[in-house]
């Protein structure tokens, strides 16, 4: 080609098509990687809040609903096979009923403690308090008591002192709290 012909258009086309087309292939693996990064942090943020949401003490109901739901509904009682047997030792220095009466007003006497309780820790218009155990150990301790049965008496007293007890102590002291705060 000498210096008067015109330029190759179609090659010009041809080479400012294919720069047009790696600028908007770099521009979407750009988008994708903003995207990705947003989507990354994103995830990470809502690990945070479980991380947060798992190690946050409890409020009184949340305490109520974890343990019925981690300690109460999957607890479960060994077949009679591989429990204990023998004789049923003598409760000495226990409280024994000598007879079982069905008791009528059950219901409505927990209602009445129960109100009460609910009205001291979790004051309606006021933000409750996180004063109880968190999700996580109360999750660990479910864990414990869902990879056995109770086969004996004394998995069923630590049952009621690690599953019960120390919780009642918790709600006692923090009505206790709540109280002497009045």
Not at 45 to 74: K, W, Y
Not at 99 to 124: F, G, K, N
Request: hydrophobic share 25%; with cysteine; aromatic share 8%.
């Amino acid at each position: 080609m000498d210096s008067t012909s015109s330029p190759d258009y179609k090659a010009l086309f041809l080479r400012e098509a294919e720069r047009r087309k790696e600028a908007e292939e770099r521009q979407r693996k750009a988008e994708e990687e903003r995207e990705q990064e947003k989507e990354e942090r994103r995830r990470a943020e809502e690990e945070r809040d479980q991380g947060r949401e798992l190690t946050r003490h409890t409020t009184f109901l949340g305490l109520l609903r974890d343990c019925h739901i981690l300690f109460s509904l999957p607890l479960r009682a060994a077949s009679p096979s591989i429990s204990t047997t023998g004789k049923i030792p003598q409760p000495t220095g226990k409280y024994c009923p000598r007879r079982l009466l069905p008791w009528e007003d059950c219901a409505v006497r927990q209602q009445e403690i129960y109100r009460p309780v609910c009205t001291y820790l979790e004051p309606e218009g006021k933000a409750a308090e996180q004063r109880f155990s968190p999700r996580l150990a109360l999750e660990d301790l479910g864990k414990r008591f869902d990879e056995r049965p109770i086969s004996s008496e004394q998995d069923l007293q630590s049952y009621e002192r690690f599953g019960v007890e120390n919780y009642v102590r918790d709600i006692i002291v923090a009505l206790q709290d709540t109280s002497r705060l009045r």
